[in-house]
């Protein structure tokens, strides 16, 4: 009885390690804390603590990004929680499954095991825990390529989320509601969702994720072929971006606003803004950007005539290619043009414990 009373104590220690080790991203040393605190619960026969343990595995796998094993351990953690009828268990077990089948890219075995968490969270009444779940669905249909249904998903949980007026959790479905719907080819539907999203991020001054919204809209706005509205977005985001002191946000959007200017004709612009790429590129340093930069300034010059300063820049760009050698060349090629309208700015959190 003593026995077990140490190792009880010394499972329950190491279990709080774990956890604070986990707050503190020390995600090695809290997954060797989970693992050796389940070992001794397993052993001990106390499933309820064994649980929190092996959640503590399992998430500590989906941070380090090993999937594989989350899947593994999730399993494990599933099969408990079925044995002893813990559905508060079960339906997060299943949720994590989900998205680790996710970022595996199986989206089938995903959407399965998500629809099992979320039939569960609808059993509980677990508001929290089915906007969770339905967010991840979205996810897995969008990947699949159904925006069909993971539109109606992500929608059904904007619905669930303003009822309980969570306003973090509505920023996250909104974000991801907004990519699904720029997947989808449906642009003006995507700004809409952006705009209620800006909105909200502006009114809590939460400026990454201003930054993050602007670029999307900006994107949405070129691919319905209104520049003015994507340089106005852009020219938004670029005082986000320097009032952050985020030289790759600063550096990307310099590069859309040229692209833009480019694609309008405004040569004049397109360069002024291009030389600011170019001072940014070099501040960080970025060869691959101040390359590319010198190849876009190059263009925009003969554009404007003016051949004596685009030979000035193909000399600089052939000079850093000399240094760099030939395999940088092929690569800068097929990236060209594509700072505005090739991908969505913002980011596909998951809300659950992992994303």
Known sequence: MEEAQKTQKLAKRLLREGVAFHSEREFGAA??????????????????????????????????GNYSEVVEWAEVWLGLARRHGDLPSQEQALNHLGNAWRHLHDYRQSIKYQEESLGIAEKLGNEGSQVAVLNNLGLAYKNLG????????????????????DAEAEQQVLKNLGNTFYAAGFYEDAIATYETLLSKARAIEHDHLVGQVLRGLANAACHIGNLDEAIRYCKQRLSVMRALKDLRGEEQTLGSLGVAYDAEGNYGKAIEYYQQRLTVARL???????????QNLQVACVAMGDQKRADDYRLQREALLGQQGSDMDEDLESTLGTAIGSTVGLDDPSISGIS
Request: charged share 25%; net charge neutral.
């Open 31 to 64: 997954l060797n804390a989970f693992s050796e605190a389940r070992g001794h619960y397993e052993r001990l026969n106390i499933p309820r603590y064994e649980s929190k343990a092996l959640r503590g595995v399992v998430l500590c796998h989906y941070a380090l």
């Open 146 to 165: 159904d925006f069909e249904q993971a539109i109606a998903v992500q929608k059904n949980g904007l619905s669930l989320v303003r009822a309980m007026k």
């Open 284 to 294: 960080i340093p970025d060869l691959e950007v101040e390359a590319q930069t010198l």
